[in-house]
T-cell receptor, first 113, second 114 residues
Framework: GNSVTQMEGPVTLSEEAFLTINCTYTATGYPSLFWYVQYPGEGLQLLLK?????DKGSNKGFEATYRKETTSFHLEKGSVQVSDSAVYFC????????????FGSGTQLTVLP | DGGITQSPKYLFRKEGQNVTLSCEQNLNHDAMYWYRQDPGQGLRLIYYSQIVNDFQKGDIAEGYSVSREKKESFPLTVTSAQKNPTAFYLCASSVQTETNYGYTFGSGTRLTVV
């Protein structure tokens, strides 16, 4: 079956530091890959996505590249801000799966001023 | 603007009571989902529905029930059989036939047993 593995948190960084959150997946076929962000007390918001190998999703300074050879979709940002503090979820979606999205366990990011 | 609305934002339940969480979407999405989130944990699927008048159990359906009488609405009832209902509940919807768009989430309902 499908599965998503994220690096465990929590992750604490200083403002302007470089961020990487690792995500690897197991899936049949060619899934679409997503990063969602959850701010405290809120629902999840789509941050970025990639639908085929070598695609790069980007939004708000965050980037992730769909690497089929390593089955990875690592999230990166060159310079984090305090406002980036949130929980980040990696997810995949594959055709033929009635449940559509499979989520990772989430990574808590705290950025200190 | 289209979106997905969950209500209420906060809900308190006495032990032994059933409570119903509302989820409404005006995105014309076919599929809807209910997730439970406990502190510091990921999302666990409770129920999902791909079309009106049809729904399937997820990973933790015991103690919960749903209905899908209208495309726009997917209410979740937390019954007295759910022994540990205190959690954050998230509703989501998606375009069933297209996997590339992912889900749209509501803002959640925080349920507390008092």
């Amino acid at each position: 079956g499908n599965s998503v593995t994220q690096m465990e948190g929590p992750v604490t960084l200083s403002e302007e530091a470089f961020l990487t959150i690792n995500c690897t997946y197991t899936a049949t076929g060619y899934p679409s890959l997503f990063w969602y962000v959850q701010y405290p007390g809120e629902g999840l918001q789509l941050l970025l996505k990639a639908t085929k190998a070598d695609d790069k999703g980007s939004n708000k300074g965050f980037e992730a590249t769909y690497r089929k050879e390593t089955t990875s979709f690592h999230l990166e940002k060159g310079s984090v801000q305090v406002s980036d503090s949130a929980v980040y979820f990696c997810a995949l979606s594959s055709k033929g799966s009635a449940r559509q999205l499979t989520f990772g366990s989430g990574t808590q990011l705290t950025v200190l001023p | 603007d289209g979106g997905i609305t969950q209500s209420p934002k906060y809900l308190f339940r006495k032990e032994g009571q059933n409570v119903t969480l509302s989820c409404e979407q005006n995105l014309n999405h076919d599929a809807m989902y209910w997730y439970r989130q406990d502190p510091g944990q990921g999302l666990r699927l409770i129920y999902y529905s791909q079309i009106v008048n049809d729904f399937q159990k997820g990973d933790i359906a015991e103690g919960y029930s749903v209905s899908r009488e209208k495309k726009e609405s997917f209410p979740l009832t937390v019954t007295s059989a759910q022994k540990n209902p205190t959690a954050f509940y998230l509703c989501a919807s998606s375009v069933q036939t297209e996997t590339n768009y992912g889900y749209t989430f509501g803002s959640g309902t925080r349920l507390t047993v008092v």
